[in-house]
């Protein structure tokens, strides 16, 4: 049996950085393996349960779901065994669902305000794995591990569709650099330059690369390297604050 595995390549950048800036904020545990499986595991059902709204394929999608959903619930039963509290941090992603459900249902699903509730619930994760390890939520874990990832994927946003399906739009041009440049300068004033170190190749890659004829597979690329060199320097700086 072909496994059902979702196209949407930049999901899995959103996947897997928040959830392990928390892994490194709040301490890693070794239950923190089958929590990511989980994690994983769960985001896989909610793309073919997203699909459903389309109404095609309904059976096909709706096994995907369930299978994926079961295996879910499986692995994450061992984090809530052992912390129960962090089903508050799903509850809290049920309303970015529910709109992500929605724009797929009117086949929206590239529309800005999809994009950004996809954001905002991926980075819940950030929150989820770091109380999981630690018990509590601190300053730094909303700055270093939720905030610095929702401002990171929302830069990569502006930017993918001025390289893809805005290209040829200015107010999409100026979005981009604007927000790149206000975000870096913002974290460099609040003092918290490290952030603003590791937002910097994105200002720089979305200025630099506009208007440059690069093919989806080299955008993906280079986003693959951003976003690695966003996790580490985001890494080092949470490992050095504890």
Not at 27 to 43: R, T
Not at 158 to 163: D, E, N, P, Q
Request: charged share 10%; hydrophobic share 55%.
């Amino acid at each position: 049996m072909k496994l059902f595995i979702p196209k949407q390549h930049g999901a899995w950048a959103m996947l897997i950085i928040p959830f392990w800036l928390g892994v490194f904020d709040g301490g890693f545990v070794w239950q923190d393996v089958p929590f990511f499986m989980g994690w994983l595991l769960l985001y896989l059902a909610t793309y073919p349960m997203l699909l459903l709204f389309k109404r095609k394929k309904m059976r096909y999608y709706a096994k995907w779901s369930i299978i994926y959903l079961i295996m879910a619930l499986l692995f994450l039963s061992f984090p809530l065994f052992q912390e129960p509290a962090i089903i508050y941090f799903g509850l809290v992603m049920i309303p970015f669902f529910v709109i992500n459900a929605y724009f797929s249902s009117i086949k929206r699903d590239r529309a800005f305000l999809n994009d950004i509730s996809a954001i905002l619930a991926f980075s819940i994760a950030a929150l989820a794995s770091s109380y999981f390890g630690s018990g509590t939520i601190t300053f730094h874990t909303i700055i270093y591990s939720w905030l610095s990832s929702i401002l990171f994927f929302l830069g990569c946003t502006f930017y993918v569709k001025t390289m893809i399906r805005e290209k040829t739009s200015r107010k999409y041009k100026w979005l981009s650099w604007i927000y790149h440049l206000l975000v870096v300068t913002a974290m460099l004033a609040l003092g918290k330059w490290i952030v603003s170190l590791a937002l910097l190749p994105s200002l720089a890659r979305a200025i630099l690369f506009y208007g440059k004829k690069l093919s989806p597979k080299q955008i993906g690329i280079y986003e693959i390297i951003n976003s690695a060199i966003f996790f580490i320097i985001m890494a080092i700086q949470i490992i050095i604050i504890k």
